[in-house]
């Protein structure tokens, strides 16, 4: 039937950009699929956009801030408009990654060994003396990355200890928190699922990017990582990366949808688990849709998939 | 069945030079500095408003009524020729005694700098650069795969004893320089302005070495202090030379969605680039350069650009005077006589680049110094446009800034 969407993109955060080229695609599908669209910017007349109109559905096609942190979420409640994607909770424990990794630990659910600081703690607690300890016990390469932060923005690899100030002090630009990590070789691995309960996993994507690390333009620029899929890995493996990604996604309560970002350890062949998304990208590049469609599912029948489960939820 | 995605199908075909072109996290965080709530000290966008489009009507209607059919024709390679004599004018202001016959109009400066380097770099040549260098002559230039060297600038410009030890050094090579490629007025990125001695110096090594200086003067006629400088070109007429290539622009003394520029040059260079127009877009559009003939026919330019020059120099003001006001002793900055551009230096441990995250949070954006130079230097430094935002926000937007970099300081001295 016939719905009035709102398809929400762009907004306040950095990743602004890619935002609107999910919502531009979405946007397209759900025109082929027969809906009204309204595109909406997320800025400050964002209430009064979704007020002044018939609104069925919102489909949340922002990433980072505002639209991965619950508060697009907590806004579309208050006005009582159904919307895509996971709820408030589990977009409020998956944004941070200190609280989504401290959750994984508690479901004994592999995670890089990690340690976090507050920027206040370095000016007034002198906490940059412990970065010496921090080095001993995790050991050298180490991830130093934002606390809450997509695509891959303000993360560095460091290979020497006196790398690690400038890369705390990047990481520091996107949030006031750090994330420092130990770095495991091993294969990148990205898990999709939709629906809850007994949810639909799709095939897992393998990314080979052609730089140490899946960075920002890694991600972005056609060419720049080669993708296999399904990822080269033994049925046995697969099975329990797929149990792992299932098993995020209910820690953190996601109905509908979530992207789970796996390494798995070349040498004990463990599949750490790195984060987990609740507005996976929806770009030619994104992985979400590459999976659905080596599952059979073209990009205008997942649209259509991810509106269905969200209707189905009011 | 594993298989590799592939999202390109064609990538073996591509150009080695397209290797260069990738998604860059600076673009995409500067496309947020369109949002009306970040104060933008980005991109250098000129000041259409004060030009009142309405009053602007009457030119695109004059335009169609005089020109009537042909108005939407394509006009001939080498540029509308009213439209030239105008710009002779308009370069007699700043003393360049030149004929329509001496010039070709182009699509933007930008096509300018693209003709120059479509006609005269060949994979491997060898250019000259200042440092830091106008970030879009260095992307078109390098689309050719030049070797471009870098030669440091002062206060008072490109530093000449260095750009003499480069053209010797090469010249005991057997290496010849293509072209010098200069913008000696309130420089973009640097604000500085090349001096009068050094010019000339300058025009005396390009003849010296056989080379040619690519002379780029959008900026000339915006000078809010001071005594104008003669141009290089000047001083090649005077001397009875031919070692300058001079480019302009209406884009700052009129408006950019026009796109019309200008280049002077000897007449078979001339010859050269008027092929280069007839391959890349056959001619600039007919219709813009006649609506800007009937503009520059109206003596009322003229005083539009007193009003433009009231309005950025007053803007310019407000920004020294926020810098000085707010930035911290170890952060220093040129101050422009014209132009649109303050050149930031802060202290080494710094990187723009990575700040600029944190500062487009607190909604304020910049341009990080790196894109600036074509061998990766200039982490602590940036670009502050300060022609964009008017004076409230300036200030606003500059005390925001200082507060982030004076954070960043003691954040980094807390590693100490």
Known sequence: MKKNIAVLMGGRSLEREVSIKSG??????????????????????????????????????????????????????????????????????????????????????????????????????????????????????????????????????????????????????????????????????????????????????????????????????????????????????????????????????????????????????????????????????????????????????????????????? | MSKKITFDYWKHLYAKRTGNMLSSEIRDLLSLSARPDIISFAGGLPEVKALNYQKLEKYVKRALKIGGDISLQYGSSDGYYPLKTRLTEVMKLENIDVNEEDMIITTGGQQALDLLAKIFINPGDYLIVESPSYTGALNSFKSYEPQIISIPVDSKGIIVSDLKLKLNELANKDKQVKFIYLVPNFSNPSGYTLSFNRRKEILNLAKKYNTLIIEDNPYGMLR???????????????????????????????????????????????????????????????????????????????????????????????????????????????????????????????????????TIRNKVAYVPGTGFYADGRGLNEARLAFCTENTERIEKGIKILSEIIKDKIKLYRSFK
């Open chain 2, 224 to 358: 809010y202090e001071g005594r104008p400088v003669p141009t290089i070109k000047e001083l090649d007429i005077k001397s009875s030379n031919q070692n300058v290539i001079y480019i302009s622009t209406l884009s700052k003394i009129f408006a950019p969605g026009f796109r019309i520029g200008w280049i002077v040059a000897p007449h078979p260079i001339l010859e050269k680039l008027t092929l280069g127009v007839q391959s890349a877009d056959l001619c600039t559009s007919s219709f813009s350069q006649r609506i800007a003939y009937e503009y520059f026919s109206d003596p009322v330019w003229r005083e539009n650009i007193i009003e433009f020059i009231k309005i950025y120099s007053a803007r310019r003001d407000v920004m020294i005077k926020a810098l000085e006001k707010y930035f911290p002793r170890e952060a220093t900055w040129s101050k422009p006589e014209g132009g649109f551009f303050i050149w930031l230096r802060l202290p080494e441990f710094l990187n723009t680049k990575e700040i600029l995250a944190d």
């Open chain 1, 24 to 314: 531009q695609r979405v946007s397209n599908a759900l025109k082929k699929l027969g809906h009204n669209i309204i595109k909406l910017d997320v800025d400050e007349f964002i209430v009064s956009n979704l007020t002044s109109r018939k609104i069925d559905l919102a489909y949340i096609a922002l990433h980072g801030k505002d639209g991965e942190d619950g508060t697009i979420q907590e806004i579309l409640e208050l006005l009582n408009i159904p919307y895509t994607g996971p709820g408030v909770y589990s977009n409020i424990l998956s944004f941070d990654k200190i609280t989504s990794k401290q959750i994984f630990i508690n479901h004994n659910i592999p995670t890089p060994p990690f340690y976090f600081l507050n920027e206040s703690s370095f000016r007034e607690l002198g906490t940059s003396k412990l970065l010496p300890v921090i080095i001993k016990k995790l050991e050298l390469p180490l991830v130093v990355k934002p606390s809450a932060q997509g695509s891959a923005l303000g993360v560095k690899i460091i290979n020497k200890q006196e790398e690690l100030p400038d890369a705390i002090i990047s990481a520091l630009g996107y949030s006031k928190k750090v994330i420092i990590e130990k770095f495991i070789f091993g294969v990148e691995l990205a898990v999709s699922i939709i629906g809850k309960g007994s949810p639909q996993i799709l095939p897992i994507v393998e990314i080979v990017p052609k730089k140490d690390f899946f960075d920002f333009e890694s991600r972005y620029s056609i060419g720049e990582t080669d993708y296999f899929i399904p990822a080269r890995l033994s049925p046995t493996i697969s099975e329990k990366i797929k149990k792992t990604a299932v098993r995020v996604h209910n820690a953190l309560k996601c109905s509908k949808l979530s992207r789970v970002d796996i390494i798995l350890d070349k040498k004990e062949k463990t599949p750490y688990v790195l984060e987990l998304n609740t507005s996976p990208g929806m770009t030619d590049t994104s992985l979400l849709p590459m999976a659905a469609k080596e599952a059979g599912i073209s990009f205008e029948e997942l649209v259509d998939k991810i509106i269905k489960l969200s209707l189905d939820d009011t």
